[in-house]
């Protein structure tokens, strides 16, 4: 909600791969860099049936949808809702996402 990469920064890979909603294939850096610029007025964010599948305890699949609220820079209103999947995977006793791929559903 107030565009501070630091937090997407501590959980994402440095080989981190992901497609946005607008169908950009985006690496770690060019993510927070669309983090940081981001001028929305977000007032309430939300996760929703969000659900995480276990692989061979290295790995981890991870399926939601997320629900955005607020103004655009042009002043208009919005409510946005994604559906998305983030692959995650156990390095050095850390949790990193490492894929991801979000599509907006209305």
């Given at each position: 909600m ?30 927070l860099s669309?983090?940081?610029?981001d001028?929305d007025?977000?007032t309430s964010?939300k ?9 061979g305890?290295q ?5 939601g949808t997320s629900?955005e609220?607020?103004?655009?820079k042009?002043g208009?209103?919005f ?5 998305w999947?983030d692959?995650?995977?156990l390095r050095?006793?850390k949790?990193?996402c490492?894929?991801?791929?979000a599509m907006?559903v209305k």
């Amino acid at each position: 909600m107030k565009h501070d990469p630091s937090v997407a920064q501590a959980y994402l890979a440095d080989d981190f791969r992901g497609v946005s909603s607008k169908g950009k294939v985006m690496n770690k850096s060019n993510l927070l860099s669309e983090i940081k610029k981001d001028t929305d007025v977000y007032t309430s964010t939300k996760n929703g049936k969000v659900d995480v599948r276990v692989f061979g305890g290295q790995f981890a699949v991870a399926t939601g949808t997320s629900t955005e609220v607020g103004k655009a820079k042009d002043g208009q209103e919005f409510k946005r809702t994604f559906r998305w999947t983030d692959v995650w995977a156990l390095r050095k006793d850390k949790w990193l996402c490492v894929a991801s791929q979000a599509m907006l559903v209305k």
